[in-house]
């Protein structure tokens, strides 16, 4: 099963921090986060501050890295097959995705510890806009993989 991931995240340098986390399975399951204690407005770009902290849901999304990585974990317990993550920025998602995900010196048993780069995937179309929201950008990304997908604009 594969697990289309995307984060946002405070600014492009190896000294990122988590904001938020989206997972788009094939068969339509979701799961989104926004963490409360990872990072400061301070931490952010221009960018980020500019476009991705006003599309923050907020509410029962935002929880601490603690509950979020509970969440997370439950979120991955709930499928019976292995999991691929799908993602089309492994050098940040990735990365962001194993800290939330790693627990206890342990690793999900039924998560690949390896992405898939999805730019690298004949699915990836070129000009399509990310509105930069986790969620969201995870389910354009899905859907581009989706059967009898155009490959094309969003769904």
Not at 52 to 65: D, R
Request: negative net charge.
């Amino acid at each position: 099963m594969r697990l289309f991931l995307d984060c946002e995240f405070s600014q492009l340098t190896a000294s990122a921090k988590l904001i938020s986390l989206a997972l788009v399975a094939e068969d339509g399951r979701e799961f989104y986060v926004e963490l409360l204690d990872t990072w400061r407005e301070a931490d952010c770009s221009d960018f980020v501050v500019e476009i991705v902290l006003p599309q923050l849901w907020g509410g029962s999304y935002a929880l601490s890295i603690i509950g979020a990585r509970s969440a997370l974990l439950e979120f991955l317990a709930s499928f019976d097959e292995a999991l691929e993550i799908v993602t089309d920025a492994p050098q940040y998602d990735w990365e962001l995705f194993c800290e939330l995900a790693y627990a206890d010196g342990k690793w999900p048993r039924n998560v690949r510890n390896y992405p898939t780069d999805a730019t690298t995937l004949d699915a990836i179309s070129d000009g399509i806009p990310l509105p930069h929201h986790a969620l969201l950008d995870a389910r354009i990304i899905a859907s581009m993989f989706a059967p009898g997908s155009p490959k094309k604009g969003l769904p």
